[in-house]
């Protein structure tokens, strides 16, 4: 584990994760109204629109921690310090690295998405519940 602190069981981010789609959801729910709309139905869509945002950005860290993007990282990152001979990372060693090395390099870095997903799955319940409390009352 090397000292890994994000690969350590219960480091998942979730209250970091939970306090963004808290700011969020509040904005959203401060801009709706703003325009009328009501409290119910302003704390419902603030709560759709982060746990969207949320489950989103966590499917695409998903995504992206099996090697989606990294490919296209690679290859922008070569051609910028081709066309850019001052971006080259020779102080860490990266400079002249294949494709493998920097899947591995890659790989170590990978970060969990399960705060971002536990944290939108409990949004959109959240959600759903409003939207029950705002269809019925």
Do not use: Q
């Not at 009501?38 to 969207?52: E, H, K, N, P, Y």
């Amino acid at each position: 584990m090397r000292g890994d602190k994000k690969r350590l069981p219960g480091r998942s981010g979730l209250p970091a994760c939970l306090a963004a789609g808290a700011a969020i959801a509040a904005a959203v729910c401060a801009l709706n109204v703003g325009r009328d709309y009501g409290w119910i139905r302003s704390v419902c869509d603030g709560l759709f629109v982060a746990s969207v945002m949320l489950l989103g950005a966590g499917v695409i860290r998903a995504v992206s921690n099996r090697g989606a993007f990294d490919v296209a990282g690679y290859g922008l990152r070569t051609v910028l310090e081709m066309a850019l001979p001052f971006l080259r990372r020779t102080d860490e060693g990266h400079s002249g690295e294949d494709i493998h090395r920097y899947r591995e390099r890659r790989e170590a870095r990978h970060k969990s998405p399960a705060g971002l997903l536990l944290a939108g799955g409990i949004y959109f319940i959240l959600s759903l519940a409003a939207l029950v409390v705002y269809e019925v009352f």
